[in-house]
């Protein structure tokens, strides 16, 4: 389950996305400067500083005020744990990816 909830978040996110000669998904990731390739499993979104970039781009984002799915990520911060927000964030992007 973490590596398709992560692959929802990579798409959420634009990151850019490759087929490797395996046929395996990677997902590139840039930080500080650097980058990495990813397979979607291995995402360290369930980790703190990860996580809070998917959380920055739903809260700063003012079409998203008032819902829900918003509000149920705001409520889980204060607590500070990954596993809340990270389940508040999946259901954030599938409610935003069925409004499409």
């Known amino acids: 389950m973490t ?14 996305m490759e087929v490797s000669n395996k046929g395996v998904i990677e ?20 980790e703190w500083n990860w996580l809070m970039r998917v959380v920055r781009k739903i809260l700063t984002n003012e079409n998203y005020i008032d ?13 500070g744990i990954e596993d809340d927000t990270y389940a508040a964030v999946v259901e954030f992007i599938k409610w935003y990816n069925e409004q499409k």
Do not use: C, K, V
């Open 3 to 16: 590596e398709l909830n992560n692959r929802l978040i990579a798409e959420f996110m634009e990151l850019d």
């Open 67 to 79: 819902l829900t799915q918003r509000e149920n990520i705001m409520d889980s911060l204060p607590y």
């Open 27 to 46: 997902y590139y990731h840039e930080e500080f400067d650097s980058g990495e390739w990813y397979e979607a499993e291995y995402l360290p979104y369930d």
